[in-house]
Structures are given as structure tokens and as C-alpha cells.
């Protein structure tokens, strides 16, 4: 089995942004947040208007062809989309996954929806 270190080494293949530089965006028209916490957590609380897409289906709402595909990213291709999860970990494989099946300009935002919290 791969260690959790290992695992998390994709974050060095993707961009990454700080909760600061976040908090900026949130206003942008031209950003969407997503969250990829469970649906509980979202219900909870999210950042603004984010969009939810659960990390556990995460694929199935990109992939052409599913039947729980969501069109928004081919109507918004423009956009800029910053993911968050909890704490980062989610958010990070879910960034990766993201860029992998064509989703251009995706962004983690590090720390999660933890430390955005912290920051208000």
C-alpha cells in the first residue's frame, strides 16, 4: 500500500491557493468555489454559492456520457474553478482528478473549509 505522503504528492502537479488569496476571488463572477464534501458537511455550511460535487462521484459528473453528468463545465469553460474540501486532502485528489479529465483552470484551495473559517 502506498503511504498517505505518497498520495499526496500530486499536490506539487497542481495549483494550489491559499485561503487569503481565495477569499479574494469569492465576488469574481468569472470564479465558481466548488465543494467536494460529503453531503452533510455542505449542508452544514460552504463558502458562498459554491457548487457541491461530492469527491466519491466526482468522476461520474465530468465524464461524458454519464448519466450524472453536469454540463456546466462545457458551458463555462472560461471560468476558474477553486476546489476546496475540510481540511485540503479531498480537495487536492479532487483538483487532480479535475485537470485530468479536461477541466482547464482548477485550483486547490489549501487548508479547506476549516481554515477558511478560521480566517473570517
Known sequence: MKKFEEVMKVSNEIENISVDDAKKKLNDPNVQFIDVRDKESFEKGTIGNAMHLERGLLEFYLADGSPLENDFFKKNTDKEYVLFCGAGGQSTLSTK??????????????????????KK
Do not use: F, P, Q, R
Request: charged share 30%; no cysteine.
Open 97 to 118: 482528478t479535475m485537470k485530468e479529465m479536461g477541466v482547464k483552470n482548477v485550483k486547490n484551495m489549501s487548508g479547506g473549509y476549516k481554515e477558511w473559517l478560521e
